[in-house]
Antibody, heavy 123, light 108 residues
Framework: EVQLLESGGDVVQPGGSLRLSCAAS????????MHWVRQSPGKGLEWVSG????????NYADSVKGRFTISRDNSKDTLYLQMDSLRGEDTAVYYC????????????????WGQGTLVTVSS | VLLTQSPGTLSLSPGESATLSCRAS???????LAWYQQKPGQPPRLLIY???SRATGIPARFSGSGSGSDFTLTISRLEAEDFAVYYC??????????FGGGSKVEIK
């Protein structure tokens, strides 16, 4: 059974930093691209960032480009999201999510999701 | 690609059928359209991909159709566990993926 467990969410001041982690199990982590998707309180879903299976290629939404960095450690089956220069509009539940296709990473859909971790940016 | 979902809220009784619409601001290539269900406090759950293919374990009462820029999710014979928010997502545009704003199916 695929399991994705996010951690690292917290309350942080505007301009601050936070690193999210997503521990994966139940599948061959190194074979699949991974993504972060966020959902602001009471709002819809927004794709944030993606990384290919090897970690050498990354992609970001314009809203976070230059502030967020996605990475992965395939030896630890873990996905990360480094979030810098945080803003109020970054407040959201952050989900890590997996695309079921091993050959696709740029234009994903998502068959497995974690439970999410809440990031609150507030002074 | 902007995805517009309608209606915003649909009030129905168990046993009735629900028809949810997702319209894209431009044609989506290869029917790269997915549907998700989300219940309060839970992550989204994949229902449909490729516009009409059911994901693993999804009951046959859920069906997807459409092409180009108009897509539909139909839930026949609503059951109690189907009352939730439904999102469409496109993954066929070179501009990147995007989600619709959601449609809520509530108990009448």
């Amino acid at each position: 059974e695929v399991q994705l467990l996010e951690s690292g969410g917290d309350v942080v001041q505007p301009g601050g930093s936070l690193r999210l982690s997503c521990a994966a199990s139940g599948f061959t982590f190194s074979s699949f691209a991974m993504h972060w998707v966020r959902q602001s309180p009471g709002k819809g879903l927004e794709w944030v960032s993606g990384i290919n299976n090897g970690g050498g290629d990354t992609n970001y939404a314009d809203s976070v480009k230059g502030r967020f960095t996605i990475s992965r450690d395939n030896s630890k089956d873990t996905l990360y999201l480094q979030m810098d220069s945080l803003r109020g509009e970054d407040t959201a539940v952050y989900y890590c999510a997996k695309d079921p296709r091993t050959w696709q990473w740029l234009l994903p859909y998502f068959d497995d999701w974690g439970q999410g971790t809440l990031v609150t940016v507030s002074s | 690609v902007l995805l517009t979902q309608s209606p915003g809220t649909l009030s129905l009784s168990p046993g009735e059928s629900a028809t949810l619409s997702c319209r894209a601001s431009q044609s989506i290539s290869s029917r790269y359209l997915a549907w998700y269900q989300q219940k309060p406090g839970q992550p989204p759950r994949l229902l449909i991909y490729g516009a009409s293919s059911r994901a693993t374990g999804i009951p046959a009462r859920f069906s997807g159709s459409g092409s180009g820029s108009d897509f539909t999710l139909t839930i026949s014979r609503l059951e109690a566990e189907d009352f939730a928010v439904y999102y469409c997502q496109q993954y066929g545009s070179s501009l990147g993926v995007s989600f619709g704003g959601g449609s809520k199916v509530e108990i009448k």
